[in-house]
């Protein structure tokens, strides 16, 4: 079964850090694009960070750059997001995703960061 978990949300204060895990499991992830979007209350889901398949490319969206890290582990068949100097704007539901034969979305894991 295709499914992928979101870990390693929770509260943290500004400036803080958090580190998101996302495993995978009915498909090995080296052989995809794999992304992590997420979604604050009131606006719409936007992508946050790609890492291709093929060299393992990376990708962000502007105001993360710098900042967030996507990474994978081919080993443990699962992608990372280090995410470091955290901004109340950062807050929101994270979700790991990739395209397989259809869209596989996680459940998403919970972002807080307040002082």
């Known amino acids: 079964q295709v499914q992928l978990v979101e870990t390693g949300g929770g509260l943290v204060q500004p400036g803080g850090s958090l580190r998101l895990s996302c495993a995978a499991s009915g498909f090995t992830v080296s052989n995809y694009n794999m992304n992590w979007y997420r979604q604050a209350p009131g606006k719409e889901r936007e992508l946050v960070a790609a890492?291709?398949?093929?060299?393992?490319?990376?990708n962000y969206v502007d105001s993360v750059k710098g900042r967030f890290t996507i990474s994978r582990d081919n080993a443990k068949n699962s992608v990372y997001l280090q995410m470091n100097s955290l901004k109340p704007e950062d807050t929101a539901v994270y979700y790991c995703?990739?395209?397989?034969?259809?869209?596989?979305w996680g459940q998403g894991t919970q972002v807080t960061v307040s002082s």
């Open positions: 890492i291709t398949a093929a060299g393992g490319s990376t």
């Open positions: 995703n990739t395209k397989l034969w259809r869209p596989v």
